[in-house]
C-alpha cells in the first residue's frame, strides 16, 4: 500500500493562491473520485477540508478548494492568510486494498 | 455533536503490553467505521486499521497485521488499539477516526493518545 505522492513543502505571501499536488494511480486516485484533504495544525488531530475530489464540509472556507486531473488531485488555498500555515495530507480509496491511503503529507508556509 | 474520546497518553518499556480506547459518542457509533491512524514523530498520517462496530469485522494495514490487535465493545460504543509486547519504535501519535458512511474519508478524528515506549 504505497502512499499517494505530495510536496514536501509549498509557501507563498499572504494574499496569494498556492495549489499542492496529490499524485496517484488509476488504481485510487485516478480511478475514482474519492480524495479528501486534511489540514493538521501542529500538535494538533487532523481536520476535513475536502471529499469527493470537490466538496467542502459545513465551515470550512471557501478559500479552499479541490479538483483532479487524471491521476493527481490539487488543493488550491486562495487569499492565502497566517493561519493556514498547517500540514495538508490527502487521503484516497484504493481498489488495491480494503484501506484508504494517504498521501505523504505537505507542509504549508505562509511568508 | 460527534465525539471520539481518546484515553490519555502512556509511557511504556519495551517489552510491555498496551490498550488504548476511543469511546464514541453524540451518533449511532455502532453502524459505523471507525479507524487507528498513526503518526510516527515528525511524519505522516498511516493506517494502522479499521473496525466495524457493529459486528467487529476488522481490517488491517498489511503493514501492521499481526503487531496490533483492534476490537471493540460496541455495548460501550469503544475502540481499542492494543499491542502485546511493545517496542521503541511504537513510539507515536494515535489517532481514532470516524470514516464517513456518506463519502469515502474520514469526517471525525478523535485527539490522539501519545504512547511513548523508552526504557
Known amino acids: 500500500q504505497s502512499a499517494l505522492t505530495q510536496p514536501a513543502s509549498v509557501s507563498g505571501s499572504p494574499g496569494q493562491s498556492i495549489t499542492i499536488s496529490c499524485t496517484g494511480t488509476t488504481s485510487d486516485v485516478g480511478g475514482y473520485n474519492y480524495v479528501s484533504w486534511y489540514q493538521q495544525h501542529p500538535g494538533k488531530a487532523p481536520k476535513l477540508m475536502i471529499y469527493?475530489?470537490?466538496n467542502r464540509p459545513s465551515g470550512v472556507s471557501d478559500r479552499f478548494s479541490g479538483s483532479k486531473s487524471g491521476n493527481t488531485a490539487s488543493l488550491t488555498i486562495s487569499g492565502l492568510q497566517a493561519e493556514d500555515e498547517a500540514d495538508y495530507y490527502c487521503g484516497s480509496y484504493t481498489s488495491s486494498s480494503s484501506l484508504d491511503v494517504f498521501g505523504t503529507g505537505t507542509k504549508v508556509t505562509v511568508l | 455533536e460527534v465525539q471520539l474520546v481518546q484515553s490519555g497518553a502512556e509511557v511504556k518499556k519495551p517489552g510491555e503490553s498496551l490498550k488504548i480506547s476511543c469511546k464514541g459518542s453524540?451518533?449511532?457509533?455502532?453502524?459505523?467505521?471507525i479507524g487507528w491512524v498513526r503518526q510516527m514523530p515528525g511524519k505522516g498520517l498511516e493506517w494502522m486499521g479499521i473496525?466495524?462496530?457493529?459486528?467487529?469485522?476488522?481490517r488491517y494495514n498489511p503493514s501492521f497485521q499481526g503487531q496490533v490487535t483492534i476490537s471493540a465493545d460496541k455495548s460501550i460504543t469503544t475502540a481499542y488499539l492494543q499491542w502485546s509486547s511493545l517496542q521503541a519504535s511504537d513510539t507515536a501519535m494515535y489517532y481514532c477516526a470516524r470514516l464517513s458512511s456518506v463519502f469515502y474519508g474520514v469526517d471525525y478524528w478523535g485527539l490522539g493518545t501519545l504512547v511513548t515506549v523508552s526504557s
Open positions: 453524540g451518533y449511532s457509533f455502532t453502524r459505523d467505521w
Open positions: 473496525i466495524y462496530l457493529d459486528d467487529s469485522d476488522t
Open positions: 469527493d475530489v470537490s
